[in-house]
């Protein structure tokens, strides 16, 4: 499973009505509160729906989809 912090750039499943599909994290916990970097709105949203919704996040200029990573480290 994939850790989120604060600052991480991610996509999410759906773009946001501005055309943009880049959200910063701000902050995280129960619920993740998120930047949408076209318009700078913010929105929270509850963990369980953000982990549903995140597609890829930016790690070291690369994208790394997070499709891919689902399900390892539960293999034992």
């Known amino acids: 499973m994939l850790k989120y912090d604060v600052g991480d750039i991610i996509t999410l499943k759906k773009g946001h009505p ?31 729906d953000f982990e549903k919704r995140v597609r890829k ?6 994208w790394i989809s997070i499709i891919h990573h689902k399900g390892k480290g539960s293999e034992e």
Do not use: M, Y
Request: glycine share 8%; with cysteine; net charge positive.
């Open 18 to 48: 501005c055309g943009e599909n880049k959200w910063e994290i701000l902050r995280t916990g129960v619920d993740i509160k998120l930047k949408c970097l076209g318009c700078d709105r913010q929105i929270w949203i509850p963990r369980i």
């Open 57 to 62: 996040i930016l790690v070291d200029e690369k």
